[in-house]
Structure formats: C-alpha cells, structure tokens
C-alpha cells in the first residue's frame, strides 16, 4: 500500500507512517475514515480565517468522508517541488507542481465550483480574511479592484486562467510548500 | 490635543513630585533630629507632642515605594504616545528618564537610594525577570530548537567572554593605554559580563516585523541562557580573580563545575516543577491561593538551586517551563490568570527599577574613563558577537532542517543588545577589583551604545533587508490577497497534520505524558471550558438535527442585481491613491498567519487575544445567521431558536455532575464541563449564555455596532476564561467547522446561495 503512495505522490514511507499516526489519531471512534467533526477537533483551524475552507478541500464534491488515501493525496499538494525531477514529457502532472497548488488554491475560493471566482465568492473570502473593522464599502472596492486586475476575458469572474496569470510571478512552489513533508 | 497635554501634565508631575521629595529629603532627615530633640525638651515639660515627624522609621520602604511610583509613572508616560514605543525601544525610554532623575539628582546632591545591593538584586529583583522569561516561552517551538538555542546561548556566550577577555588582556599588554594591571583574570571577569545578551527590546521588534519563526525562538533562548552562563561565568571569575595565580587544573575544575552548575541547576528545576504540577492537583477547594503555590514552587527552586550552588537561573526557568503546562490545567481560571499577570507585573517591575537606576547611577558616579579600553571594548564586543554568530550558526546549519541565511544571522548579531544583567553584575562587583570604577564606565557605554544605537537603527535595518527579499513595487491587490490566504492556507494544513509530533522520542515522551504523567498530575474532575465553545457545540448539536436539504427558493434573485452594480462599478476607475489606501488596508487588517510563537514574550504587555476572538465571534455570528437561515423554513422553531442553549443546557445540566461529558461522542474529548453547579461560575455560565444568544439574536435587528460591541463586551469579560490550554501557546476552543462543512457539501447548489443571501443580506446591518 505504501509502495503505491509513494508512486503515485512521491511521498517518502516514513512520511507515510507519520501521516497514518495523525490520520488514526483524528480519527475518534476508529472508524477507517473522517468525517468533518473530526476535522473540527483540530483546534488551531478555528482560528483560521479560512479553515472551514480547508477543511472542505478534503471532501470532495457530495462526499462525507475522507479516507486515508485522499487524506494523503490532498497533503501531497504540499511537497515542496523537486527540483532535480526529470521531466517525462507523457507522464502526469505530478500532485505537487505549480499548476496543482494553484489549483487547489483556486478551489478554496471556488466553492460551487463553477471554475470561476464570482465576485460574490472573492467577497466571503475576503471578508474572513479582514478584521471586522473593514467597511462593506471597503470590502466591495477591494473586491472590484481585484477582478480589474485580474479579469482578462470581461466576465467579471476571474477563471483559472486569469488566477494562474496573475500569479505568475509568485514563487507558489515555497509559498504553498510545507517542508515537513520535504 | 489633549493627549498631549495629558502627557506633559504627567510629566510635569512626575518631575514635580520628585523634585519636592528628594530636596526635601535633605530637609527632612536633619528635621528629624530637631524632631527628637523637641521631644525630649517636651517630655521634659511633660506636654503632648501635637506634630512630630517621624521619617527614620518609613525611610526605606517609603523610598523604595517612590521609586517603584517613579517608574511606573514613566511606563504610562511612554504609553501615551503609541508612535513612540514603535521607534524607540522601551529600554532606551526608561534609561532615559533615569538619566533624567539621575540628573535631577546630581542637582541637589542626593545620592541614590542604596537599596540596589548584591543580596536585594539576586534574590529579589532578579527571580521575576528569569521568571517571565521562562513561563512564557513558547514550548513547542522551544524544544524543537532546542539544540540550535543551547549551542547558541552557551557556547556563544562562552565564546564571547573568552575571546574580549583574551583581546582586551592584549590591548592592556599595551602601555599606550595606561591599564597595564588589569590581569587576565579581571578582564575574563569584565568580559563575562558584557556579554550578557538581553535582547528583549529587539524581541518585539521582530515579533512586530513578523520574522521568522527560528530566528525569534533562537533570541529568545539565547537571551534567557545567556543570562544564566554569564552568572556561573561570573561566579566563576570572581573567585578566580580573587586568586593570585591560576593554574590549568583550575581550568579544567571550572569547566567541570560548570557542567554540573548547568544540569544540576536543570534537574532541581524540572523537580520542582513537577511537585508544584502535583500539589496543584489538591487545590481545588483553595483556589484563591492558587497563584501562591505557583510563586512559592518556583522561588523555592531558585532559593535551593543557590544554596547548592547549582544555577539558580536554569532552575527557575525549568520549573517554570514544566509547571505551566500542568498547573495551568488544575488551577481555576481566575488563578491563572493571576499568575500571569503578577508575573509579567514583578518582571516589568524589575526591569524598570533596573534601567531607571542605570540611568541615575549614570549620572551621578564618578566615572573612571579610558578612551582606548572604552573604545576596544565596544569594538571587541561587537566583533566578536558577529564572529560568534556567524562561525555557530555554520557550525549548526547543517543538522538543522530550516537553515539561517545571512539576514538571520545579522539580525541576530544586530540584535544583541546589552540589557539590565550586565549592569547589576557590573555595580555588585566587590571593592577588591581595583578597577571597578573602570569596569562600572565601560559596561554602562556599551550598555546605553548598543540600546540607544542598535536599539533604534534595527526596526529599520530588519526592513530595509526584508524589502530587498520581495520586491512589492511590483505586486497587486490580487497577489497581496491571495498569497495571504495560500498562507493561512498552509498553516491550516500543517496544523491538520500536526507536523511537530514528527521526532520519534517526542513521540515517545508525548505518549509517556499522556499515560503516566497526567495521570498523576492532572486533577480529574477538572473540566474546563469555556463559555463561547459550549455553546457552539450546542449549536452545532441543533444544527445536525435540524439540517435537511432546503426546498429550492428564491436563490438566484439576490445575485442578478449584484451581477448588474458590479457591471456598472466595474467602469469606476481607481486612482493610484485608491490603490495605495487598498494596500494600506489589507496590510493592516487582514489577520496575520497564525504563528506559534505568539506575543507571549514581550516584557511589557500580556499576550494580545482580540484577533482570535473575533474570528471565533464571527464564526460564531455567521453561523448562527445560518443557523437562523435556515430555521425561517420551520416555523416552528424560529421561536426556540435565539434561547435554545438555554433549554439544550438545562438538559445537559441534569446528566450527571462529574462525568465527562462527551458531546455527540464524536467530538474531542476536550470539552469538559464545569458541573460543579454551586460554583459562581456555573451560574455566570448560564447568565452569560443566554446573554450571548440574546445578544446575537437581537443583532439582527438591532442598529449593528451596539449589538456587536455588546457581544464583544462579553467576550472580552470572559476572554480570561478561555485564555488557557495545557500545552499549545494558543488557547482556542474546539470549532464546529462541520456546521459550515455540512453546508457547504450539501449537493444542491441552493444550499450556498441561500446561505450566502443570508449572507448579504446580514452583513451590512452588522456593520
């Protein structure tokens, strides 16, 4: 089983086991998979901004539970990139590239996932992100500025494309890398 | 403006007052013996003494209470002007009111109060300092760099005094500079103090600047290790600078003893932490006298590591570390927050008398002045910290996993300011050294250079150099938000997978002190929790049951007109002074990653809770819109809604009073509740819950800012409740995220758009 981890995400055995440990160890009654009040127990993602956002990124779409397998796919999001990776020109993105993390940062934001950020979804997020000081006002002239920039195609959404562009000169492989799972 | 004049109405008072009580302490204590003598004259005519002065008999307390007055005086004139405790560190604010004072002073030839002697700074003034240091260390992040922080601390500080001794020794072989005498032993003894590092005025610069997690953990290590080599260290020169000759046995004796100074002083400690964590278990029904036990333990520890001759730092400080963690879960809250405040009360305390006095005994000493020594030691010092540094964190870097490039290393060496320590040891040096004077001058440069100088230059230096990493010119509003959030994004996960627990003899011990060690220590019946998380969990509980999949409504409708002002707002250009008032907001109001090394450790403030709070209440809040949102479609409950907690708490009051109260069992068993139903704080629990569900029910219709500021109030009343959790450096109830989680995954799309009309529609009046 590991061996197809480790194919499939490039993540080391060891970290497979200290991934298995946490896994059993959020998982309260045994059951074989989580379920979101597990994720809930985590105290620390209270008091994240968008931590029910996280935490939904593990679900996929209509799913209540999350078993080992997509737990570990969806951390492998966060291996920090090899460098010295050879490029197979017909093999798969691998999980921790560029365009995946962008993606997954994508989906946070695109909650119904219609493949756009609607200016109604970039304003829940940019609401959770901002102190309670922040006027509605404010908020919706961030918003509005934010789609500006971004919005290529005049839809007045930003689209995948139109996210990854304006990212181009962020380094996502350190921002989006945890390097405990180097 | 009339915070200004507050502020110079306080000083003028300030100086006033001390002005009159020292000048007329001159009056006063030759009045007292005409005082005396009227007495006698009067017995002997046998009248009544009406009036007397008696000033002998209160002399040394009242001094000591006026300068402590004096001092904190100073501290609210600082805190007056928010901008200035930005620029300028608060060490150099205090030493410059001392200065002030020493000045006043020097004018009516008073001499300072001799109250700072050997005895009265190691056994009073110096406990609460240590004390704060190591109770309010961030453990996690501590242990794990642990190795990193001792290496530095110890064998930096080692280095630090061997080579300025072993240099300025060279120097005064010169004969240029007239020192010829000073021997080797008495510039060891010099050296050893200087290098006391104390960057505790850097620390929250750093902390301000958001650096990097390592490098603050490494500065605050080193600042409390430090301290404790250079007192063995002192020790030890002291009694070797005593001897007329020393020998290489006496070095190889030294070095032993200060290893078992070291780990000798370390075992006392973690003792006495651990009987104080078991003392604590018996307390329940004494809890006011709680804090007491927590205080007492400690400087027990501190007496009995002196008495033999161990380090009493390194006890104080290790007992503390292993003591929080357990007594902060056995006492009641009121008696934690007690010791937090009183600790970080006696350390500013400390610190303040201690700078306020380096700045008057600056003033008024003779000084002993020698340019070339003054000027070598400054340069030394300087020179070989960087080296230190530099040639250390090589050593290190390659069995860390996270390296420190270059601008660590230099803040690091910036920021190794010289503090209160350095002056204590210097001014408690015996009469035997015969350059003490000297040795007092030069320490008390170095300390007023490297505060005033490196103190003000490093805010701007550190930003200078972390404006080089990115280059912001070239970053949107687009990039600045979504970087933060990929951030806040990572830390989410890292604290899902737990990342600490990856060492196997952490592990290993975790899984010890689970079983065994809490077993013992932890007192059983202790629940603790908070008032905002059980009534989220109640909540949430009403949530699970109530939730179906709601009927398809009038979703779509409130989208259209946003899709039509957007379409029309979408034309408004934005001026370049838009933007720059766009980037001034984020950056200042979009909460900042949560780090784990929180503001626990500035010396001068308590940590600062209000941003978690206020995510958890808006959680809250929205959640129970939600909540509400959904509940509109069933009439029927719309009327229990707003107190339900009360009649779901009631049910919950009436299982039974001493049991773990698992919540839908599938919760962490970290709520527990506090059933004791004759304790206050039941009955608070119940007045403020229906309070607070009053409170945000009514905010719906009440004008917003009332409502909100209302449930703010509450929550900043019993924010001290929820302040402690065993362990991590932040103390947060557990989130029903799953309420927010069941909406969101809710197939039908409806679902979200109902919540997010709600949304909408909520948000502006609570704003």
Same mark, same amino acid.
């Given at each position: ?182 | ?450 505060? *005033? /100088?490196?103190? %003000?230059? &490093? @805010? ?12 912001? #010119? =070239? !970053? ?39 079983? *065994? /060690?809490?077993? %013992?220590? &932890? @007192? ?12 989220? #969990? =109640? !909540? ?228």
């Amino acid at each position: 089983q590991t061996y197809l981890f480790q194919y499939t995400f490039a993540v080391t055995p060891a970290h497979i086991k200290r991934l298995y440990k946490r896994f059993q160890a959020l998982d309260k009654g045994n059951k074989g998979y989580l379920s979101p009040q597990d994720f809930g127990s985590v105290k620390e993602l209270a008091t994240n901004p968008i931590g029910d956002r996280i935490i939904g990124a593990f679900f996929s779409q209509g799913q209540e539970t999350v078993d080992f397998h997509s737990f570990v796919r969806i951390l492998a999001h966060f291996r920090p990139l090899d460098k010295n990776r050879a490029k197979r020109p017909d093999s798969p993105e691998p999980i921790n590239s560029r365009i995946s993390k962008l993606r997954f940062a994508f989906q946070l934001y695109d909650q119904d996932n219609d493949g756009k950020i609607s200016r109604d979804e970039l304003l829940q997020v940019l609401r959770t992100m901002l102190e309670m000081q922040v006027t509605e006002e404010q908020l919706e002239s961030i918003a509005d500025r934010t789609i500006q920039e971004a919005d290529l195609d005049g839809d007045n959404a930003i689209s995948f494309d139109e996210f990854r562009k304006s990212l181009e000169k962020v380094n996502i492989e350190h921002k989006m890398s945890s390097r405990f799972l180097h | 403006m009339q915070m200004g004049k507050l502020f110079k109405r306080n000083c003028y008072a300030v100086f006033l007052i001390f002005l009159v009580v020292h000048a007329s302490w001159g009056y006063v204590s030759n009045g007292n013996q005409s005082g005396t003598e009227d007495e006698t004259e009067s017995e002997q005519e046998q009248n009544l003494p009406v009036f007397t002065l008696n000033y002998s008999r209160i002399q040394m307390p009242l001094e000591i209470t006026l300068w402590i007055l004096l001092a904190s005086f100073a501290k609210i004139g600082f805190n007056v002007y928010e901008r200035i405790t930005i620029w300028i560190p608060e060490t150099c604010l205090l030493i410059g009111v001392g200065l002030i004072v020493g000045a006043i002073m020097h004018s009516v030839q008073e001499r300072p109060p001799a109250v700072l002697t050997s005895r009265v700074f190691f056994l009073y003034i110096l406990p609460p300092l240590v004390l704060d240091s190591g109770y309010f260390m961030p453990i996690r992040p501590f242990i794990e760099n642990i190795g990193t922080v001792l290496w530095v601390a110890v064998v930096g500080t080692l280095w630090n005094s061997i080579g300025v001794g072993l240099s300025l020794y060279a120097v005064c072989c010169i004969d240029f500079f007239g020192v010829r005498d000073i021997s080797v032993q008495e510039n060891l003894l010099f050296a050893s103090i200087i290098s006391a590092v104390d960057p505790v005025a850097v620390l929250s610069i750093f902390e301000d600047l958001s650096v990097n997690e390592q490098l603050y953990i490494v500065a605050l290590g080193e600042c409390l290790f430090s301290d404790a080599v250079t007192v063995v260290l002192y020790d030890m020169f002291t009694f070797l600078a005593g001897m007329p000759k020393v020998e290489s046995r006496d070095v190889f004796l030294g070095m032993t003893r200060f290893l078992v100074v070291g780990v000798g002083g370390l075992l006392l400690g973690v003792l006495f932490g651990f009987v104080a964590a078991f003392t604590t278990r018996f307390t329940s029904k004494v809890s006011e006298i709680e804090p007491l036990f927590a205080f007492m333990y400690s400087y027990l520890a501190y007496l009995v590591a002196d008495m033999l001759s161990t380090s009493s730092i390194m006890a104080i400080v290790t007992c503390a570390l292993t003591m929080k963690y357990y007594v902060e879960e056995n006492v009641a809250q009121n008696s934690c927050t007690t010791i937090r405040h009183v600790i970080k009360m006696l350390a500013t305390l400390s610190e303040t008398v201690i700078f306020l006095f380096l700045g008057v005994v600056t003033v008024t000493t003779e000084h002993q002045w020698n340019w070339g020594y003054m000027l070598f030691t400054l340069l030394f010092a300087f020179v070989w910290r960087a080296l230190g540094v530099v040639v250390l964190m090589h050593v290190i870097n390659p069995f860390r996993t996270i390296g420190f490039n270059y601008k660590d290393q230099f803040s690091l060496t910036y920021g190794g300011l010289r503090g209160a320590i350095s002056f204590a040891l210097v001014f408690l040096l015996p009469q035997t050294i015969v350059w003490r004077r000297l040795f007092l001058t030069a320490t008390v440069t170095i300390i007023i250079f490297t505060v *005033f /100088i490196q103190g %003000i230059s &490093i @805010r701007p230096l550190i930003q200078f150099i972390n404006v080089r990493k990115t280059n912001w #010119k =070239l !970053e949107s509003i687009n990039v600045e938000i979504h970087v933060r959030a990929m951030e806040h994004t990572v830390v989410g996960i890292e604290d899902i997978c737990a990342q600490w627990s990856h060492h196997y003899w952490k592990d290993k011990l975790q899984k010890f002190n689970d079983r *065994f /060690i809490r077993w %013992i220590l &932890i @007192r059983d019946n202790q629940p603790e929790s908070s008032i905002v998380s059980l009534y989220k #969990k =109640l !909540e949430l509980q009403n949530v699970m049951d109530i939730l179906e999949p709601p009927a398809v409504g009038d979703s779509l409708s409130p989208e259209t007109p946003n899709q039509e002002e957007s379409a029309s707002k979408l034309k408004k250009k934005f001026l370049a002074s838009d933007l720059r008032n766009m980037h001034n907001l984020l950056s200042k109001n979009m909460y900042k990653i949560r780090q784990r090394t929180v503001s626990y450790t500035s010396k001068h403030a308590l940590p600062d809770e209000t941003r978690t709070r206020e995510i958890l209440m808006r959680r809250h809040a929205s959640l129970h819109r939600s909540l509400r949102g959904v509940g509109e479609q069933h009439k029927n409950l719309a009327t229990t809604q707003r107190y339900f907690s009360l009649p779901a708490q009631r049910r919950w009051e009436h299982t039974s009073a001493s049991k773990r109260y698992p919540i839908s069992g599938n919760f962490g068993a970290e709520v527990e509740l506090d059933h004791s139903l004759a304790s206050p704080r039941s009955r608070l629990l119940r007045r403020s819950t229906s309070l607070g569900a009053r409170n945000l029910g009514a905010c719906r219709d009440m004008a917003a800012n009332a409502g909100i500021a209302a449930v703010k109030d509450h929550r900043g009343r019993h924010g001290a409740r929820r302040t402690s959790r065993p362990g991590s450096s932040q103390s947060r109830p557990p989130y029903p995220c799953p309420a927010r989680q069941h909406h969101l995954q809710d197939p039908v799309n409806n679902s979200n758009n109902r919540m997010e009309a709600s949304d909408n529609g909520m948000w502006s009046p609570l704003l």
